[in-house]
């Protein structure tokens, strides 16, 4: 074995000929590749037994031979020991076997025809691809090019014609005593810019703007700049976002506003915040008379600061609060203000969960007060029976009442033949609406006694009451002969269904010469029921009905041809709005209704007949 340390090429040893160090230096000389060792094996280089071209043979025994000739030259023992040594070493290492590589073609596996067709396949995916979505690239992008000058002008010319619009509208404004801008998307900006034309009129005394996006920022900060010089008596800003920033803002020009009565400020997310910095507004406020609050997010803290302006307003006869969050403890807090009120006459509460402690606070303080109150509104407060008992009391002794509602409730049959007596002897009363409060026959038959001598009733609502057909008669008799005055029946969901209580149905609008709305929604009335219906309304001879909703009644192709018959027969009765919404009417019966509205506008003078399905 060679040693590549001890080895010196420059030497003039005889121990290497020139073709045997070729051989080790270069081992492409070798047939079979050289191995490769390790870190700790670099300093010896075993290579394969045979040799280049020359022959030269590097194994045991020429080793030795060049052992010999090396002590020849004088080196001595210490080299024969060494060399001794060294060639136990190489008899003790294996010589590695050469390693061949694989052919690889051998194993390629897929033909290459195979591989032909698929690298053609995606050649033509790619150029499919670039046909769809590149090829018309370039024109696209030069017509769109040549076409930007023509946008940018006519861009600039739809802003030139909306400023034309808007400055002719402003100087409408400058004029017009009242302004209607609801739902005209007008936003902030062009908020700002009708009320700086509003600034100018002096004679405009209502202005809507409701719906249209005003924030608690910039648009609240010009109308609040603006309504301080205005002359504005009425003020709507429904559904807005104002918020609780806006309506600080705009408490500061509600305070001391020579002539504001009116300021709608409903579904515009106010909280208790906004509705404090109202409350103090209404208190230095000495012409407000009515403040609508209702669909915000007023708790028991933001009722409690309007009830305390409530308390010290002389003013103030409307107050809605519909749909808030009072509860027990606001109405508690309300009960109070109203004791110390003279002034309110309507108190609109639906909506707020007060229950039967806040309904009976709110009518002991409206017996013990002096003013008398015409409008109240407890509906969807979750009164029951025994709220319904101080009801009853407030309602004999408070004669005045004009309006009740009590909707969506649940008051019951025992409830409303407590409250039957009261009602007999409140004869000014002229809506009342007790619909949803769980009224079967029994209830209904001590409602109807109640309500026998009011002639001054004008609305009656009975909606989502099981009424059946045995209640629904009992109301239909009344309607017919003893209220002369009642153009509003709703009885939606009352379980009429199709025999006795559809043919009741009928003979109210045969008979009945002042209803003009009856709602009739989701009665199961069906072909029977619709067919009954058209009997009367086919030979009725003095109907003033304008709004006729029969939807959600499973009324098919047979009960719409025989309503369109009706239309036909009575065009002179035939109402302004037949509603069939929601019912299993096709396109049959769909066409005969629409021949029935043409003929009803020819033979009825240019009556029009709208027919909703």
Same mark, same amino acid.
């Given at each position: 074995?060679?040693?590549?340390?001890?080895?010196?090429?420059?030497?003039?040893?005889?121990?290497?000929?020139?073709?045997?160090?070729?051989?080790?230096?270069?081992?492409?000389?070798?047939?079979?590749?050289?191995?490769?060792?390790?870190?700790?094996?670099?300093?010896?280089?075993?290579?394969?037994?045979? $040799?280049?071209?020359?022959?030269?043979?590097?194994?045991?025994?020429?080793?030795?031979?060049?052992?010999?000739?090396?002590? $020849?030259?004088?080196?001595?023992?210490?080299?024969?020991?060494?060399?001794?040594?060294?060639?136990?070493?190489?008899?003790?290492?294996?010589?590695?076997?050469?390693?061949?590589?694989?052919?690889?073609?051998?194993?390629?596996?897929?033909?290459?025809?195979?591989?032909?067709?698929?690298?053609?396949?995606?050649?033509?995916?790619?150029?499919?691809?670039?046909?769809?979505?590149?090829?018309?690239?370039?024109?696209?992008?030069?017509?769109?090019?040549?076409?930007?000058?023509?946008?940018?002008?006519?861009?600039?010319?739809?802003?030139?014609?909306?400023?034309?619009?808007?400055?002719?509208?402003?100087?409408?404004?400058?004029?017009?005593?009242?302004?209607?801008?609801?739902?005209?998307?007008?936003?902030?900006?062009?908020?700002?810019?009708?009320?700086?034309?509003?600034?100018?009129?002096?004679?405009?005394?209502?202005?809507?703007?409701?719906?249209?996006?005003?924030?608690?920022?910039?648009?609240?900060?010009?109308?609040?700049?603006?309504?301080?010089?205005?002359?504005?008596?009425?003020?709507?800003?429904?559904?807005?976002?104002?918020?609780?920033?806006?309506?600080?803002?705009?408490?500061?020009?509600?305070?001391?506003?020579?002539?504001?009565?009116?300021?709608?400020?409903?579904?515009?997310?106010?909280?208790?915040?906004?509705?404090?910095?109202?409350?103090?507004?209404?208190?230095?406020?000495?012409?407000?008379?009515?403040?609508?609050?209702?669909?915000?997010?007023?708790?028991?803290?933001?009722?409690?600061?309007?009830?305390?302006?409530?308390?010290?307003?002389?003013?103030?006869?409307?107050?809605?609060?519909?749909?808030?969050?009072?509860?027990?403890?606001?109405?508690?807090?309300?009960?109070?203000?109203?004791?110390?009120?003279?002034?309110?006459?309507?108190?609109?509460?639906?909506?707020?969960?007060?229950?039967?402690?806040?309904?009976?606070?709110?009518?002991?303080?409206?017996?013990?007060?002096?003013?008398?109150?015409?409008?109240?509104?407890?509906?969807?407060?979750?009164?029951?029976?025994?709220?319904?008992?101080?009801?009853?009391?407030?309602?004999?002794?408070?004669?005045?009442?004009?309006?009740?509602?009590?909707?969506?409730?649940?008051?019951?049959?025992?409830?409303?033949?407590?409250?039957?007596?009261?009602?007999?002897?409140?004869?000014?009363?002229?809506?009342?609406?007790?619909?949803?409060?769980?009224?079967?026959?029994?209830?209904?038959?001590?409602?109807?006694?109640?309500?026998?001598?009011?002639?001054?009733?004008?609305?009656?609502?009975?909606?989502?009451?099981?009424?059946?057909?045995?209640?629904?008669?009992?109301?239909?008799?009344?309607?017919?002969?003893?209220?002369?005055?009642?153009?509003?029946?709703?009885?939606?969901?009352?379980?009429? $269904?199709?025999?006795?209580?559809?043919?009741?149905?009928?003979?109210?609008?045969?008979?009945?010469?002042?209803?003009?709305?009856?709602?009739?929604?989701?009665?199961?009335?069906?072909?029977?029921?619709?067919?009954?219906?058209?009997?009367?309304?086919?030979?009725?001879?003095?109907?003033?009905?304008?709004?006729?909703?029969?939807?959600?009644?499973?009324?098919?192709?047979?009960?719409?041809?025989?309503?369109?018959? $009706?239309?036909?027969?009575?065009?002179?009765?035939?109402?302004?709005?037949?509603?069939?919404?929601?019912?299993?009417?096709?396109?049959?019966?769909?066409?005969?209704?629409?021949?029935?509205?043409?003929?009803?506008?020819?033979?009825?003078?240019?009556?029009?007949?709208?027919?909703?399905?």
């Amino acid at each position: 074995m060679i040693n590549c340390k001890d080895w010196n090429p420059r030497s003039s040893s005889p121990s290497l000929t020139a073709s045997s160090r070729k051989s080790a230096c270069h081992p492409k000389g070798f047939r079979s590749a050289p191995t490769f060792f390790r870190r700790d094996e670099l300093y010896s280089c075993p290579f394969m037994t045979k $040799a280049s071209s020359d022959g030269t043979s590097i194994d045991g025994k020429a080793v030795s031979e060049a052992v010999r000739t090396t002590a $020849a030259s004088g080196e001595g023992s210490r080299l024969d020991a060494r060399s001794r040594a060294r060639h136990r070493l190489t008899q003790a290492v294996e010589l590695p076997q050469s390693v061949s590589v694989p052919d690889s073609r051998a194993d390629a596996g897929i033909p290459l025809l195979a591989v032909a067709v698929a690298a053609v396949a995606g050649l033509g995916v790619v150029a499919a691809l670039y046909k769809k979505f590149f090829v018309n690239v370039g024109s696209q992008a030069k017509s769109a090019v040549e076409a930007l000058p023509q946008t940018l002008a006519q861009q600039k010319r739809l802003q030139r014609d909306a400023q034309a619009r808007l400055n002719e509208m402003c100087d409408q404004l400058r004029a017009l005593p009242s302004v209607d801008l609801s739902a005209k998307n007008l936003g902030d900006e062009g908020t700002a810019y009708v009320v700086e034309a509003l600034a100018f009129n002096t004679s405009c005394r209502a202005l809507d703007l409701s719906k249209n996006g005003i924030s608690g920022g910039l648009g609240a900060a010009a109308l609040a700049q603006v309504l301080s010089s205005a002359v504005l008596s009425t003020l709507v800003l429904n559904t807005n976002s104002l918020g609780d920033a806006g309506a600080e803002q705009l408490a500061k020009v509600v305070a001391g506003h020579p002539h504001l009565t009116t300021l709608d400020l409903g579904q515009n997310g106010i909280g208790d915040t906004g509705a404090a910095a109202l409350a103090e507004a209404i208190k230095l406020n000495t012409r407000l008379q009515r403040l609508d609050l209702s669909g915000n997010a007023i708790d028991k803290d933001g009722a409690a600061a309007l009830a305390a302006a409530l308390a010290a307003s002389t003013t103030l006869e409307v107050l809605v609060l519909t749909d808030n969050y009072l509860g027990e403890a606001g109405a508690l807090s309300l009960a109070d203000a109203l004791r110390a009120n003279n002034s309110l006459k309507e108190l609109h509460l639906k909506g707020n969960e007060i229950g039967d402690a806040g309904v009976a606070a709110i009518c002991e303080a409206l017996m013990a007060r002096h003013g008398d109150i015409t409008v109240l509104d407890l509906g969807n407060n979750s009164l029951t029976e025994a709220g319904a008992a101080v009801l009853t009391r407030m309602l004999s002794l408070k004669r005045s009442l004009k309006d009740l509602n009590l909707y969506m409730n649940d008051i019951g049959d025992a409830g409303v033949a407590k409250m039957a007596h009261a009602i007999a002897d409140n004869k000014g009363l002229t809506v009342l609406d007790i619909g949803g409060n769980n009224i079967g026959p029994k209830g209904v038959a001590a409602l109807v006694g109640a309500l026998r001598n009011h002639g001054s009733l004008t609305s009656l609502e009975l909606g989502y009451n099981p009424l059946g057909p045995e209640g629904t008669k009992m109301v239909i008799d009344l309607a017919k002969f003893n209220l002369p005055k009642l153009n509003t029946l709703k009885m939606g969901w009352c379980k009429v $269904a199709g025999g006795d209580g559809a043919r009741a149905l009928s003979d109210l609008l045969l008979l009945n010469s002042t209803l003009s709305h009856l709602d009739l929604r989701g009665n199961a009335l069906g072909n029977d029921g619709a067919i009954l219906l058209s009997r009367g309304l086919k030979a009725a001879e003095n109907s003033k009905i304008v709004d006729l909703d029969l939807g959600y009644n499973e009324i098919k192709d047979d009960g719409a041809c025989a309503l369109a018959q $009706a239309l036909k027969a009575n065009p002179e009765g035939a109402p302004k709005e037949l509603k069939l919404n929601s019912n299993y009417i096709t396109r049959f019966g769909q066409v005969a209704l629409s021949e029935a509205v043409d003929m009803v506008y020819d033979m009825g003078k240019g009556k029009m007949t709208t027919v909703h399905f």
